[in-house]
């Protein structure tokens, strides 16, 4: 895992893409870039990540053998990021939509007569996009016919896409699913009930029910869809190529599935999630690796929820050494560790709240 360290919030990653493994890249999907600045919003996708700004651009950090990390230069204003298998596709405040990457399927070939955009999504190969009339689109693959979206769905509040598969959350909570069904991925269970959130994996689908409880149904050769017994008061899940992920109310993060990248037999740990991890309030599930926003307790120098003397001390040691080499100390993230820091510790002095 690793994080880049903020005043109000970190982003931080674990899974694949953190050490060398031999003879199979290390992409760095998951090791964030210092020095981030405030950050919005994060997605993973299938080996790279990419985070929002504040000021509306992006940034991006992984595989990029299609060009999927080069952000467009002129891009801004961006509100939200679509991330596919090696592809990303931005929506713009405007209504407009910028993507790059990998283009052989097609996906990122934007019809021309869309109109204006309010939420975009990615599968593996297909883009997926809700209009202003609250309308459903879709282009990329359609070798599955998830691309064939249902007619008269009704009124549709989220939707997602796997590998072959795609689905969408009606407004009174029932899931429409259309495209593959092989693992029956798209067989949504008969006594599911209202659902208040979904997700797609690679060959597998997820359900957060109105009690906060989880249901999965499809692939499930390396446990993806055995959600713990325990789980409970769930807010967001996700999926990845083997494994899925759950956000929880209290902002903890759980795990399962495969803990390794399948077809290299190699550990990448991406359900190893990390002791430390807490105050969470976005998941992103990527193909081997999660990425999340948590929320930071300014002044609290080691993480562990205590703003005390050794936090004075990190300052202290830290006074008016670079800031980027030295992130945790910088609270107030102005590059400049002095005494505006110093003072975010003895104000915030205690327990974290």
């Not at 964030?32 to 600045?37: D, N």
């Not at 208040?196 to 499809?218: E, I, M």
Request: proline share 4%; with cysteine.
């Amino acid at each position: 895992m690793t994080s880049g360290a903020m005043a109000q919030s970190a982003v931080e990653c674990w899974g694949g893409g953190t050490i060398d493994q031999g003879a199979y890249p290390n992409y760095g999907q998951s090791i964030v870039p210092a020095s981030l600045g405030p950050i919005v919003a994060v997605w993973a996708g299938g080996y790279q990540s990419v985070a929002l700004k504040a000021d509306g651009t992006l940034i991006c950090w992984g595989r990029n053998d299609f060009g999927q990390c080069d952000v467009p230069a002129e891009l801004n204003e961006v509100v939200h990021v679509a991330a596919g298998h090696f592809f990303f596709m931005a929506l713009r405040a405007n209504g407009s939509l910028v993507g790059w990457g990998d283009n052989q399927f097609l996906q990122l070939a934007i019809p021309n007569d869309l109109g204006s955009v309010v939420h975009v999504v990615a599968g593996y190969w297909h883009t997926l996009a809700q209009t202003l009339d609250g309308q459903l689109h879709a282009w990329g693959d359609n070798s599955r016919g998830q691309c064939n979206v249902p007619a008269k769905l009704g009124s549709v509040i989220d939707f997602g896409a796997g590998r072959f598969h795609s689905f969408a959350l009606r407004v009174d909570g029932g899931i429409v699913t259309w495209g593959s069904n092989d693992f029956g991925q798209s067989a949504v269970p008969a006594d599911l009930g209202p659902a208040q959130f979904a997700a797609a994996g690679n060959y597998h689908t997820l359900a957060v029910r109105k009690d906060g409880t989880v249901r999965c149904w499809g692939n499930n050769w390396y446990g993806q869809c055995d959600a713990p017994t325990n789980l409970a008061q769930v807010i967001e899940v996700g999926g990845g190529e083997y494994h899925s992920a759950a956000l929880r109310q209290d902002g903890t993060v759980a795990c399962w599935g495969a803990n390794d990248a399948i077809n290299n037999s190699y550990p990448t740990n991406q359900c190893v999630v990390p002791a430390n991890l807490r105050r969470v309030t976005k998941l992103s599930v990527g193909g081997y690796h999660n990425i999340v926003i948590a929320s930071a307790c300014a002044g609290d120098t080691n993480a562990d929820d205590q703003i005390d003397g050794i936090d004075l001390a990190t300052i202290l040691a830290r006074w008016a050494q670079p800031a980027a080499k030295f992130p945790n100390a910088d609270c107030n993230s102005d590059g400049l560790i002095d005494g505006i820091d110093l003072a975010i510790v003895l104000g915030g002095w205690g327990p974290c709240p």
